[in-house]
Structures are given as C-alpha cells and as structure tokens.
C-alpha cells in the first residue's frame, strides 16, 4: 500500500528543484534519475522523472517499464521505435527537439541517435506515474537485451525452447550480448528508416502546435491533453511547454482537481514561490535549466523570469488538468462579489476597486511593467 503523507510531511518537506544523477551509461550515452531520496515529493506524488542523452550512432535498448510515462525531447533529432501492446509491427518514429510522446503500459521502445554526423546529442526527458511501480518515486526500466537483459537471466536451455534454438546457438546469443541499456551501433550498420506517418497519434510537437495562449512580451503555452493526444489518456497524465519571456511573470496559481505538478526546467531561470497550508511559503529559490521540482497538490507556485526568460515542460497527474488563477482576467477574484473583497480585504471601495480594476486584459502570463 502506498503511504500518503500528512500535509504537516509535505509542508516540512524540502521541495528545492534538483538535478539528476547518472545511473548507467558509456560511449554510446548516458541514462540519469531522479532518486526519492533527493528529491522527496517523487515518492509522495508516485512520480519519476529521467532523461536520456545519446551521443551521435548511441543506441538506448529495447526495453519497458513497470509505469506509464511522457516522454519529451529536449535536444537534438533522432528515431524512436515503440511497440505497442498486442501490436505485430513496431513504429520507427522520426524525432525531434519540441516532440512529446506517451507511452502507456507495456510499451516496448527503443532510442537512437542516427545523426553521425551531427556533434548535437539526442536529450530525452521522462516524467511519468510510479503508483503501480515497484519502487514508488523511481522507473524500473526491463530491457530486453544486453548484459543486464531478460535473456541473460534465463538459462540456455530455456532460450533455446522458447525460441526453438539449438543448444550452442542459445549459448551463442545469449553469450553476445552487448553492453548495459546503451550501446553505439557499428560504422555501416542500417537501422530501420523513420516513417512520417508513425508520428499520427503518438506525437505532438509541442514548438510547433497551436498555442493555448499567447501574451505578447509575456510567454507562450501549448497543453498537452486528450484532445490533440488522445494516447495521454492511457498514460492518465497531462502535460504543458511553458515560455516566458525576460522579466516575465507567471500569475500564481493552483491545480483544482488534485493533481500534483512536476516541472522541469528546459532553459533559463528565474525565480520560483510556492506558498502552502496557513499562508506559509514553502518554497522561495532560484530554479535554472535542467532541474525538477513538484508542486504539492493545491499548493499556490508563481514564476518570475530572470533577463533569459523561462522554459518549462511540465506534466500533471490527471489528463486534462484544470488550474485555478490567483490573478490576471480569469482569476477567480474577478468572480467574488464586490462587497465580499471588501469584508475580506478589510479594505475601501475604492482600494477594493483599484484591485478589481488591474489585470483586465492578461491571462496567466504578465509581461514585465512598462519603464
């Protein structure tokens, strides 16, 4: 059974954005996690998060996880191939940076960096749900092949069986196998040719889709949900690519169906506040590129940018996420009665007035004040 915490866990919880560590990799490219022990809202929000980095002619093995997960390039271009559940013919995918990809239950994939040429790494990032993971808060990746595969683990007898193979010849295979979950693929070996059209559902560019909103001099946000990825309903996450501008600021608010947020920082920096239960500030940092944070369900998290502006993939646990804003045209005080701001604000008409009047024309996003 897994352990929900007390609010009084979450509030004394250390919720400062961390960076990965290495967990596996080699010339071919490296494998990074995220632990709950850094980084302990992944354990209370049964979340994990890694990113893949292959360096020109890497190759990440087939393999599958015991969670379901959003997968999100970061950098470079590259071939992703997934074999659904029950499908007879896997999908080479071609990729790129700004593409999200979900991946449900028992989906098999396998990465590749094909660009040899190129001196730019294929970078990978993997948010998903942990719930019915065997380690809550961290993946369990199984590979296939490779020193660490599941056709190590069986006996030579069994793999010659089960694949009608004669003794040597199980022994032969199984005795080949080459490195641990990454490996370089050699001068001159093909690889199976991406199809464009194993892109249709299964991913969304999310540099190119059409914005959610768009605030001049402010930022831009495309979200990831059932409507222009109908697969994020399996996965039963959501997701967002946030980009704000310098200076820029992003109204406070909060997730109003449960759902934690997790987000990663793609570039930039700038500043992070997340105030929770009785008004306390549990947060207060300076977030930069390729660090993690979560936000605690209903918790209130506002971001302003340094002069390099922001940018944030961001997923929540339910598939199509409903915010609540503390400010700008939709917040929900532009709904309260009049004599209700008042009385709450203990303040005048006119103070009550002066707030209600701001922030007539700004949504979510506010770009910085006018000098």
């Known amino acids: 059974m897994v352990h929900r915490m007390s609010m009084a866990e979450v509030m004394s919880m250390d919720l400062s954005p961390k960076k990965p560590n290495k967990s596996y990799g080699n010339d071919g490219g490296a494998y990074y996690d995220w632990s709950p022990a850094d980084l302990p809202m992944l354990a209370a929000a049964s979340i994990g998060g890694a990113k893949l980095i292959l ?6 093995l087939p393999s599958y996880s015991d969670s379901a997960k959003v997968a999100y390039v970061l950098q470079g271009k590259g071939t992703c191939g997934v074999v659904l559940p029950e499908a007879t013919k896997e999908k080479v995918i071609p990729i790129k940076v700004g593409d999200a990809i979900a991946l449900p239950f028992g989906v098999v994939t396998w990465w590749h960096n094909a660009h040899a040429a190129a001196a730019t790494d294929l970078v990978v990032l993997f948010l998903g749900d942990t719930s019915k993971g065997h380690i809550t808060g961290k993946f369990t990746n199984l ?3 490779g020193s660490t595969g599941i056709f190590t683990g069986f006996s030579t007898e069994f793999v010659g069986r089960a694949w009608d193979l004669t003794q040597p010849d199980a022994a032969k295979l199984v005795s080949t196998q080459p490195g641990a979950g990454i490996v370089m693929v050699k001068e001159g070996h093909k690889m199976p040719e991406p199809c464009d059209g194993d892109r249709h559902g299964m991913v969304l560019n999310c540099l190119e889709a059409p914005l959610d909103v768009d605030i001049k001099d402010g930022g831009r946000v495309v979200v990831l ?5 109908p697969l994020v309903k399996e996965v039963g996450l959501g997701a ?4 704000i501008d310098a200076h820029s600021m992003c109204s406070p608010g909060f997730s109003c169906d449960s759902a934690y947020q997790v987000t990663y920082i ?3 920096s700038g500043r992070v506040q ?3 239960i009785d008004g306390t500030r549990v947060l207060e940092t300076r977030a ?7 936000v605690p369900r209903f918790f209130v998290v506002s971001k302003i940018a340094d002069e390099t502006g922001m940018e944030w993939f961001s997923i929540i646990t339910t598939p199509n996420p409903i915010f609540s804003h503390l400010a700008g045209k939709t917040s929900v005080w532009k709904a309260i009665s009049p004599a209700v701001l008042e009385a709450s604000f203990n303040t005048t008409p006119d103070m ?17 004040p006018s000098k």
Do not use: W, Y
């Open 55 to 60: 360096t020109a002619g890497g190759l990440a």
């Open 143 to 145: 590979h296939l092949t």
């Open 225 to 229: 949900n059932t409507q222009n990825l």
């Open 240 to 243: 967002d690519l946030v980009r």
């Open 266 to 268: 793609v570039r930039g």
């Open 274 to 276: 997340v105030v929770g």
């Open 288 to 294: 930069e590129g390729g660090c993690l944070f979560i």
């Open 352 to 368: 009550e007035k002066l707030f209600r009047s701001k922030r007539l024309d700004s949504e979510i996003l506010f770009a910085p």
